[in-house]
Each structure stands twice: as structure tokens, then as C-alpha cells.
């Protein structure tokens, strides 16, 4: 048995229609290692069910997985507002957000994040950036605003499978996004920060 394994039986189960997303999402999409999968979509969900927010944005959809995980800590009277860029996943990802009642309390806008979010209207309680590594700061820039005080921000991806470090990956545009981004959260005193090393990386930012 690995570590991982034990880590997954001495977890929540995910609920089965996740189980069904994340088989699917295996199946039959490009790069479904992109899914946040058992473990840390079971720690969103608890991170979200802790906060108990009303609104909550997510940029980047992929096929849905996150968005439900994080529906889960919804208020009673909460929603969620879900950005994905990528227009030929709409027909999996409204599929997929039919499969549980959370799904009718998650609205989907398709487009480019940074054209999307300038529209919105905050505050929001919670955000859950995992979009285009490339564009993190510009999407922190842009979010920050909407966040209520106190409210919070998790970042998918920071550490990037260790990339972050390596100086093979320096010239990389992905690396240096996520490079950017950890550098601006860390030297920001309106931000409490921490990395967790969850698969590959997973901040949390809470606004003061």
C-alpha cells in the first residue's frame, strides 16, 4: 500500500455521482490529471463547509468535479459562479452538475477569465483560482477587490509538481506565472498565506 493509498482509505469517501465525474473525466477528456480528484476535493469540500460562504467563484471549471466539491459548503441560500474558457466542455460539465441538487446552485459562464471577472459583482466569500497558470497575478489583481474582508482565496497548482523550484523549468511561461503569483502572495502583508503541499500545491489566502 502507499502513502496515498492510506491516505484515501483514512479519508471521507467522495460522494459516488464525484466517483462517476472523475472515472468519466478519466475516460474520456484530454488531461484529466487536471481533476482534483478524492483527496483534495475532499479538502475543499471541508475548507468550504469551515468558511460556510454564500458566494463562492471559481475560475477554471474543467469538468465540473471542484465546483461540487466546493457547492458542498454552500450556504443555505448560497451559490456558486464557475469561469471556464474552454467552450467544447460545456456539454460534460452541465451534464456532470446534473448529476447532484448542487449542480442547480452552480451557474457556468463561458469565456476568458480575465474578460469574465471585470462583469462581476462581489463580494464573494470564497475563490478558487485554477486557470491558466500563466495569469495567476492578473487574476489575484482582479479578485482581490471582489473578496470580502476576510474572505478567502485558494490557488491551485503553486508548487506545479516541484517545477517551481527547478531551474530546468525557469524560462517556463507556466512556472513563472505560478513563480510570480507565490512572490506577490507572500510579499503582500493584507494576506495571510500558507502552501500546503496537497499533490501539487494548494495555497490558502485569507484577505484581512
Known amino acids: 500500500m502507499t502513502i496515498d493509498e492510506y491516505i484515501a482509505l483514512h479519508s471521507s469517501p467522495e460522494p459516488a455521482y464525484l466517483h462517476t465525474i472523475a472515472r468519466d473525466t478519466n475516460l474520456h477528456v484530454l488531461n484529466p490529471h487536471m481533476l482534483s480528484g478524492h483527496l483534495q476535493g475532499r479538502v475543499l469540500s471541508l475548507l468550504s463547509q469551515m468558511i460556510a460562504p454564500k458566494r463562492i467563484l471559481e475560475l477554471g471549471t474543467f469538468t465540473g468535479y471542484s465546483?461540487?466539491?466546493?457547492?458542498?459548503?454552500?450556504?443555505?441560500?448560497?451559490?456558486?459562479?464557475?469561469?471556464?474558457?474552454?467552450?467544447?466542455?460545456?456539454?460534460?460539465?452541465?451534464?456532470?452538475?446534473?448529476?447532484?441538487?448542487?449542480?442547480?446552485?452552480?451557474?457556468?459562464?463561458?469565456?476568458?477569465?480575465?474578460?469574465?471577472?471585470?462583469?462581476?459583482?462581489?463580494?464573494?466569500?470564497?475563490?478558487?483560482?485554477?486557470?491558466?497558470?500563466?495569469?495567476?497575478?492578473?487574476?489575484?489583481?482582479?479578485?482581490?477587490?471582489?473578496?470580502?474582508?476576510?474572505?478567502?482565496?485558494?490557488?491551485?497548482?503553486?508548487?506545479?509538481?516541484?517545477?517551481i523550484i527547478d531551474p530546468a523549468y525557469s524560462k517556463d511561461a507556466q512556472t513563472r506565472g505560478l513563480s510570480a503569483f507565490n512572490d506577490r502572495v507572500a510579499s503582500d502583508p493584507a494576506l495571510q498565506k500558507a502552501i500546503l503541499p496537497l499533490r501539487d500545491g494548494l495555497t490558502l489566502i485569507r484577505r484581512l
Open 67 to 163: 465546483a461540487l466539491c466546493l457547492a458542498e459548503g454552500l450556504a443555505p441560500d448560497g451559490e456558486l459562479l464557475t469561469l471556464e474558457h474552454n467552450d467544447e466542455l460545456e456539454s460534460t460539465i452541465r451534464h456532470n452538475l446534473s448529476l447532484s441538487p448542487l449542480g442547480q446552485r452552480i451557474h457556468l459562464m463561458l469565456g476568458d477569465c480575465l474578460q469574465l471577472i471585470p462583469t462581476l459583482c462581489g463580494p464573494f466569500d470564497l475563490v478558487f483560482i485554477d486557470a491558466d497558470k500563466r495569469d495567476y497575478c492578473a487574476y489575484l489583481d482582479l479578485v482581490l477587490p471582489l473578496v470580502r474582508p476576510g474572505g478567502w482565496i485558494l490557488a491551485d497548482n503553486t508548487l506545479w509538481d516541484g517545477h
